[in-house]
């Protein structure tokens, strides 16, 4: 699915949330390996389940096609600093769903981009008619959860010793949701 662009300014940046489009595969590819070694907040160490341009460019394809997927970029500058994604699910039984992640690069942070993909997310599924959208976020993002929390979504559930970070520490993972009270 894609959605018209939008500009922001924020304590004196600029920046632009957009659908993602397939000459964005080169700038996704090296943007998601630089955040994945930035903070250990995501899935992935740096290098882990790399997607190459072409990988990038077949993601972005699909999203596009599909109704249940939304892909967005934030563009400062003509350089990617930041992206997130809704994931529907072709199930009949997962149909009025969709999963979100975000990535922001960490020299960005501090200036509403999360926040701005998490708010145009909501407000595509909502227009789209889909009921819930979930997320999981490891429970020492202490911002996370709480603008996640700012925008309806709930704990619906802890996921004990999920990940294994530095020095083999483990840690829980926060399940959360959000219900689109106007499709119930």
Same mark, same amino acid.
């Given at each position: 699915?894609? $959605?018209?662009?939008?500009?922001?300014?924020?304590?004196?940046?600029?920046?632009?949330?957009?659908?993602?489009?397939?000459?964005? =595969?080169?700038?996704?590819?090296?943007?998601?390996?630089? $955040?994945?070694?930035?903070?250990?907040?995501?899935?992935?160490?740096?290098?882990? =389940? @790399?997607?190459?341009?072409?990988?990038?460019?077949?993601?972005?394809?699909?999203?596009?096609?599909?109704?249940?997927?939304? &892909?967005?970029?934030?563009?400062? /500058?003509?350089?990617?600093?930041?992206?997130?994604?809704?994931?529907?699910?072709?199930?009949?039984?997962?149909?009025?769903?969709?999963?979100?992640?975000?990535?922001?690069?960490?020299? @960005?942070?501090? &200036?509403?981009?999360?926040? /701005?993909? +998490?708010?145009?997310?909501?407000?595509? =599924?909502?227009?789209?008619?889909? +009921?819930?959208?979930?997320?999981?976020?490891?429970?020492?993002?202490?911002? =996370?959860?709480?603008?996640?929390?700012?925008?309806?979504?709930?704990?619906?559930?802890?996921?004990? /010793?999920?990940?294994? +970070?530095? @020095?083999?520490? @483990?840690?829980?993972?926060?399940?959360?949701?959000?219900?689109?009270?106007?499709?119930?």
């Amino acid at each position: 699915m894609m $959605i018209d662009s939008q500009e922001y300014d924020l304590n004196g940046m600029r920046y632009k949330i957009r659908s993602a489009i397939a000459g964005d =595969a080169r700038k996704l590819s090296k943007l998601r390996l630089q $955040i994945d070694g930035e903070t250990e907040h995501l899935d992935r160490e740096r290098g882990e =389940a @790399y997607i190459d341009p072409l990988g990038f460019e077949l993601l972005i394809q699909s999203d596009t096609e599909r109704l249940r997927n939304l &892909f967005l970029v934030v563009e400062v /500058n003509d350089e990617l600093v930041a992206y997130s994604r809704c994931e529907g699910n072709d199930l009949k039984r997962y149909s009025h769903k969709v999963e979100f992640g975000v990535c922001v690069r960490k020299d @960005y942070w501090g &200036f509403g981009i999360g926040k /701005n993909l +998490l708010q145009r997310s909501i407000e595509w =599924a909502d227009r789209s008619n889909i +009921l819930k959208m979930t997320l999981s976020v490891l429970e020492t993002n202490h911002k =996370a959860v709480e603008l996640y929390k700012r925008y309806s979504f709930v704990v619906e559930g802890i996921l004990r /010793n999920d990940r294994v +970070l530095a @020095y083999g520490n @483990y840690y829980n993972t926060i399940v959360m949701g959000r219900l689109n009270d106007k499709s119930i």
